[in-house]
């Protein structure tokens, strides 16, 4: 028989989705696990999905995606990222997924070095594994307020090393960087010639900070991850899009062909409302984020339950270590069959994890609070 490469089985298992993948198996389960909004979309935007495929809009459209949705996106990049692109920098993708592995095609060899996050999104190691490129974890620690700190990226740095990818508002650490310090990483990225992979799918979600994006300061050298799943609450329109510095489009053409061809028509409808129509929805979401996350700390600091109080996205950051016994993965797969509530392992994020889980708020209230309740007290 023939083999699978090396390659492609050093590619790590989702610990998200090998908790999710036990939950789905079980009855009466609260789904703590999976970033997934718990709030409809927008009437304005499934009617314009709806018309689409009711009017057998249904053909191929061009790779970069219909004129409409890049136009549409381009507009907003100028009006609220202070990037000023033209359309045919924006590539629209099956979400951010795709999106992040167009980037990384685009930058990386075999064996190129890319510096990601610990914790970091578990794609953030997958993606470069699967380009037979070497992901590079930076730590990101409590006592720099899981921030990065250029004085350690600058050790990581070699030969190899082309890229690094930046996450603010942070999945899963609810982390949003501070102007200065989106500054600091831009100069670092300059200083050692270093392409910016930014994923900034969580932006409309920030609690007190502004979001800055680092195409802002220095668009030349920087890939712009995005996506309507959170926003819009479209996890499964799977609408994404990449935005790129000047490139030549019969590269990303070419791309785009081999991996996708398109993403369909309605979806791409769907998102041209979503950015053109209210934005009442949008909101609205925040403010429920904000609040389950207000409630969800509050029953914390009642059970003395250490957390990372987060600035943005709709996580929590929880530190269970006192319970784990050094093996959260084992530990949640226990909590799920003992206590019947799905959470993400902090190990699933990267060694930096250890001892901490991840807890969607984008639940409902009341799962929220009784899925923290049946928490173990601390020691």
């Known amino acids: 028989m023939p083999s699978y490469t090396a390659n492609a089985l050093s590619v790590p298992e989702s610990g998200i989705r090998r908790i999710l993948e036990i939950a789905l198996t079980l009855d009466d389960i609260i789904a703590l ?20 495929w009711l009017a057998d809009d ?24 202070g990037v000023d692109v033209g359309a045919d920098q924006v590539w629209v993708t099956p979400g951010a997924t795709e999106a992040l592995y167009l980037a990384l095609g685009l ?28 992901p590079v974890p930076y730590r ?23 890229a690094i990818i930046l996450n603010s508002p942070s999945n899963p650490l609810g982390v949003v960087f501070p102007e200065h310090v989106v500054r600091e990483l831009v100069e670092f990225a300059q200083r050692h010639d ?34 309507f799943s959170k926003t819009y609450a479209l996890t499964g329109g799977r609408v994404g899009y990449l935005v790129t510095p000047p490139t030549p489009a019969s590269l990303l053409r070419s791309f785009q062909e081999a991996l996708i061809s398109c993403v369909n028509s309605p979806a791409q409808r769907a998102a041209v409302a979503a950015l053109e129509g209210p ?9 429920h984020y904000r609040e389950n996350l207000r409630a969800a700390t509050a029953l914390l600091d009642e059970r003395g339950i250490r957390y990372r109080e987060p600035d943005g996205a709709f996580y929590l950051w929880v530190d269970l270590s006192y319970a784990t016994g ?29 001892g901490w889980i991840r807890v969607c708020a984008a639940a409902s209230r009341e799962d929220l609070l009784e899925g923290l309740r049946r928490l173990p007290d601390p020691a």
């Open 107 to 134: 930058i990386l060899a075999p064996g190129d070095e890319v510096l990601i996050p610990d914790p970091g999104y578990t794609t953030f190691t997958m993606a470069p594994r699967m380009q037979f490129a070497v």
């Open 194 to 227: 270093l392409w910016i992979v930014s994923d900034e799918v969580y932006e409309a979600f920030t609690y007190g900070l502004p979001h800055v994006s680092p195409a802002s300061i220095d668009p030349a050298r920087v890939l712009t991850v995005q996506s």
């Open 279 to 287: 934005q009442d929805a949008v909101t609205a979401a925040a403010v």
């Open 140 to 162: 990101l620690d409590p006592e720099h307020a899981f921030l990065p700190q250029a004085a350690d990226l600058d050790a990581l740095v070699t030969p190899r090393t082309r």
């Open 326 to 354: 050094g093996d959260v993965t084992s530990w949640a797969e226990r909590f799920l069959l003992e206590r019947r509530v799905s959470v993400a392992p902090g190990s699933a994020f990267g060694a930096a994890g250890e």
């Open 33 to 52: 696990a999976v970033g997934e909004p718990d709030l409809p979309v927008a009437p304005h935007v499934l009617e314009a999905g709806s018309a689409a």
């Open 58 to 81: 249904t053909r191929y459209t061009g790779n970069g995606g219909i004129p409409e949705l890049r136009a549409a996106i381009a507009m907003k990049l100028r009006r609220d990222n």
